[in-house]
């Protein structure tokens, strides 16, 4: 893998970026460490495509995917979709795609691209060269699912019981343990844990705690982010 960030990166947030970038060669619960790769890959290209198809158009439909792909066209459609026109998804779009991608494989297709995006972006955004992705493993994936699993008022997605004691943000990826822990550990890192989100007297540096979400407010504004 590309070698760590440069100094003047904080190391817990280069430690949480080469972490969650070199676990994308993993298996996941639903996805094979290849799939996941080949599914980050369409990430990578959605972000970086300077005038991206209408949210209607997925890759599958645009012939911009592999010859044989090793996930299913339906999960690139949903990944691709979430990186580019995350703000544009309908719980009818939703159901639609969940029929053939699966509930929990909806998940982990989120949690990619959410990792992807926070790691891309990121490097870009301090003049750091993009990192090219790791090498996929084959194990199959490991099926691991949070139980007992409850049906949530505030999310589209199944979530770890008890379901709505907690924001619909934070619930989001609980059905899969291996996601919740990665998504939170970058979390810990970019913004701030969510222990820490009780405290609104916390600090990082010399950003204050309303300086810290009004940055966050207004990045969440342009990304279209309807949370």
Known sequence: MTPSA???????LADAHDRAWAELGQSGACFSGRQRVELAG???AALADPEPPPPWLGPSQLGRLPERCAAPEAAHDVIHRTACHA???TESWYREKVDL??????????AIACTVAAVQS??????????QLPVGCDDPPTHEVAHPLAVAAMNWVPVAAPADVTASVVQAFTALPAEQDRTWRLAAAQ????EEMDDPRFTRGTLTRP???LLAMRVAQRRDCFF
């Not at 440069?6 to 817990?12: A, K």
């Open 211 to 213: 300086e810290m979400e």
């Open 42 to 44: 369409t990430v990578v």
């Open 191 to 194: 913004y701030m844990s969510n």
């Open 87 to 89: 703000g544009t998804i």
């Open 6 to 12: 440069r100094p003047f990166v904080r190391l817990d």
């Open 122 to 131: 990121f490097r870009r955004a301090v003049g750091l060269d993009p990192w």
């Open 101 to 110: 991608v699966g509930e929990l494989a909806w998940v982990e297709l989120v």
